[in-house]
C-alpha cells in the first residue's frame, strides 16, 4: 500500500482526492499497487463530507508519519507552502504541486533539496493546468535545443478577451461573468494583470534553458485596459488579441521575455485557442513547432496533472532530472511592431 496525504482541501485537493476515489480500480491496476489518500491537511471543518475522518489541521501528523512517503501540496502561495513542502523534502517525502508561484520562486532550491534527500519534487500542475507540457519537454524534447516558448496560459483572461470579441461586452462585464462562473477569483489581479501567466512563462523558461528566471525582472503587463474598440479594429486588421507569454534564449546571456497583450493574426495556431483553453507552442531545433492545447485551469483537469506526478514518484529512478541554476542572463522585452490605427497594441508574428 502506499499512503499519500494532501495538503489543502480546496479545489484542486478536493480534486486529488476524488479523482483516487473515483479512478480507484483503472489506478491501482496500473501501478499495481493500492493507494491509500491517509490524510487531508486543512485548516476548516468540513462536516458531513465524504473524507471527513481523514481531514486533519496539524500538519506535523503527516510530517512525522513514516508510513506517507509522497505529498500533494495544493496550498498555493510561498509561505506557508514553502515551508511544508521544504520541511517535507527534509525529511525524506516527495512532493508533487500544483502551486506556480512557488515553483518560479523557490524552484531551483525545492529541487535541490529533493536530491540532495533522494526524494522527487515534481510540478506537471503548475503549469497548463490537465496539459502535459513539464513532462514531454522534460523528456520527449530532451533531445532539442528549446529556442522559443510562445502561450496563452491563463484561462481566466483568454475567456475575458473571447467573451469581448465573440459577444462584444466590456472588459469589466466580460470580468463579473467570469467571476459568477467560478473562473475568476474575487480578487483577479494575479490572472487580469498577468501575474499568473509571468509565473508559468518563468517555469517553462527555466526548464527549456537551464537557467532560474525570477519572475520579479519580467516585464509583465495584463488585459486590465484592453478595450472593445482596440478589439474590434484589431479584427478589422486580421488579427485577434490575446494575453501571452513569450520567451526567447538568444543568447547565452541574453533572454528576450515578457507577457502582455499582443494582436497575433487569425491564421496564427494560437488564435484559436478561445475560452478558458490553453495553448503553449514549443520550438525545438530538430522538431520544429510542438502545440500543447487544452484546459488550463479546472478542478479535475490540475488534480489529473497531480495525480500522475504522485504516480511518477512511485518508479524506482528518482532522480530530478529538472534543474536550474542562477547563472547570470540578461532579461529584456523584444521590440515589437506595433499593431496601430487606433490599436496600439504590440504585434507577435
Not at 495553448?279 to 490540475?302: C, E, H, R, S, W
Request: proline share 3%; hydrophobic share 40%; charged share 25%.
Amino acid at each position: 500500500m502506499v499512503n499519500i496525504a494532501v495538503l489543502g482541501y480546496g479545489t484542486v485537493g478536493s480534486g486529488v482526492v476524488e479523482l483516487f476515489d473515483i479512478n480507484k480500480e483503472i489506478i491501482e491496476k496500473r501501478v499495481n499497487d493500492e493507494i491509500n489518500v491517509k490524510y487531508i491537511l486543512d485548516i476548516k471543518d468540513f462536516k458531513g463530507d465524504k473524507f471527513e475522518n481523514k481531514i486533519i489541521k496539524d500538519f506535523d501528523v503527516i510530517l512525522n508519519d513514516k508510513d506517507v512517503n509522497i505529498v500533494a501540496e495544493v496550498i498555493g502561495g510561498a509561505t506557508i507552502a514553502y515551508e511544508y513542502t521544504k520541511k517535507l523534502l527534509e525529511a525524506g517525502k516527495s512532493v508533487v504541486t500544483s502551486n506556480k508561484e512557488l515553483v518560479a520562486l523557490k524552484g531551483e532550491e525545492l529541487l535541490k533539496i529533493a536530491n540532495k534527500n533522494n526524494v522527487k519534487y515534481l510540478f506537471e500542475a503548475s503549469v497548463g493546468g490537465g496539459i502535459p507540457v513539464i513532462h514531454p519537454m522534460k523528456e520527449c524534447l530532451k533531445a532539442n535545443n528549446i529556442n522559443e516558448i510562445i502561450g496563452i496560459m491563463n484561462g481566466t483572461t483568454n475567456y475575458i478577451l473571447t467573451k469581448m470579441i465573440e459577444d462584444k461586452v466590456s472588459f469589466k462585464e466580460a470580468l463579473e461573468n467570469a467571476q459568477k462562473l467560478g473562473y475568476a477569483e474575487a480578487n483577479p489581479d494575479a490572472d487580469i494583470k498577468g501575474i499568473d501567466a509571468c509565473r508559468k512563462i518563468c517555469i517553462l523558461s527555466s526548464l527549456a534553458y537551464g537557467i532560474n528566471i525570477d519572475p520579479n525582472k519580467i516585464d509583465v503587463e495584463g488585459i486590465e485596459n484592453i478595450t472593445l474598440d482596440q478589439i474590434e479594429k484589431a479584427s478589422n486588421l486580421g488579427y485577434v488579441i490575446k494575453l501571452i507569454g513569450y520567451s526567447k534564449k538568444t543568447s547565452e546571456e541574453k533572454i528576450s521575455i515578457f507577457v502582455a497583450p499582443c494582436a497575433i493574426k487569425k491564421t496564427h495556431p494560437l488564435a484559436n485557442a478561445n475560452d478558458v483553453y490553453n495553448a503553449i507552442l514549443v520550438n525545438g531545433d530538430m522538431v520544429g513547432n510542438v502545440m500543447f492545447y487544452g484546459k488550463g485551469a479546472g478542478k479535475f483537469p490540475t488534480a489529473s496533472a497531480v495525480c500522475s506526478d504522485i504516480l511518477e514518484c512511485l518508479k524506482k529512478d528518482i532522480e530530478n532530472e529538472i534543474i536550474w541554476e542562477t547563472k547570470p542572463v540578461t532579461l529584456m522585452k523584444p521590440e515589437l511592431k506595433m499593431l496601430n490605427d487606433g490599436v496600439n497594441i504590440p504585434v507577435l508574428e
